[in-house]
């Protein structure tokens, strides 16, 4: 019941998430650390401890060689599992409202959210696991770029990291930061750090957030509509946003931000089409409400709904760098977001059009050798992914986008 109203009382205040400020390796699917799961399972349990789990802040270095904060939470010891159990473990990360009163926090990454809300959580599937098995070295199990994180209040705070071992036959759903069927939890382990989380909480901008969200969902429909064809699945991924938002609005504000919502994607849609629309007026009234953060996460958004139908457009591409630049934002930043959709991509058309400054982050201002020395880091960048991508159509698209750079030095020869 505590839990329950619990939730009651945060959603009443409202919600707003932290887009990114910076991508560069997020979305780390697999747990990562010294070797794999099963590279550090150990058979031999005499004298292995029982499970134990810390968390530390390290300096994550960034392709482009900036470093950001990493949260790591990692463990070592005995697994938990009695007998031979289908395991899933969930971390959830929490931090105190004024009250005293545990909060879930939130993230900006899809790859980092659960299923059905933007609450924070690293769910790892690890398989069947058979009884005294364990870690004997300190292994990753979850973890998050702290500038991704946000919690009802901002500044230093210490936040509550919480690891629950479950087992994935009862059900390994997470809502709000707690297991849905508390019968399938095997254990749960505890661990607390601080962390200086930037920008304002949720709960300290709701009523900023309820004004930006139709705001996001206008800038995505112009971009769905960018090439003259608003796919059904670009339409699909917009409303499924909308009632992903709609979880973490507060109580008496939900109705209100879900017909916003709505009315700014039949508005916008009928402006795009007629050629009224006014991007500007939509970036300006964004950068009047939102913070860096916030414009990261609505430039997500764009290239979320530009991926939804396989391709990447010239125009649908085109629009996101003008609206990106309109918020002021960080064409390198925005570019390890784009290189994490476009993977998906059919770039086949792009490759081969005038998009090609677009598609590979290319300034047309730079210089000759500035250009070429942007294309040797997309060449070592993508060259690289080729052995890391494992399905075929991603091969077949990194491919494309080494055929892409190729061509591009030709046009500078």
Sequence with gaps: MEVILLIIVWLFFGWIIKAIKTAGKAGLDTVQGKGSFTDNFKSDWKGMESLQIKAEIVQQELEDGKSVPLLECKIKGLLPNTSATHMTSVLS???????????????????????????????????????????????????????TLTPGWSGRQTAKCVLYILDKSLGDEVRFGFPSNQSAVIDVYETTITIDFEGQGYIEASENEADLKPLAVSLAVAVANADGDFADSEGFFIKNWIKKQLTMVADHRVDRVKEQCNQAMQETYQQSAAGELSISSLTSK???????ADKYEIIELCLDVMAADGEADESEMDL????????????????KIKDKKIVTLNVSGSAQSDSLNQLLGIDPNWTVEEKKKHLNKEFSKWNSRLHTVTDQAGKENVQRMLDAISEARKQLS
């Design 286 to 292: 964004i950068n009047e409400l939102a913070g860096e």
């Design 93 to 147: 990360i929490f931090t105190k409202d004024k009250d005293g009163k545990w909060m879930p926090v939130t993230s900006a990454l899809d790859s980092w959210q659960e299923d059905e809300t933007p609450v924070y959580a690293h769910k790892q599937d690890m398989g069947y696991m058979q009884p005294n098995m364990g870690f004997r070295d300190w292994i990753m199990i979850g973890n998050a770029f702290t500038q």
């Design 320 to 335: 996101i760098w003008k609206i990106a630049s309109s918020l002021g934002l960080d064409k390198a930043e925005v570019n």
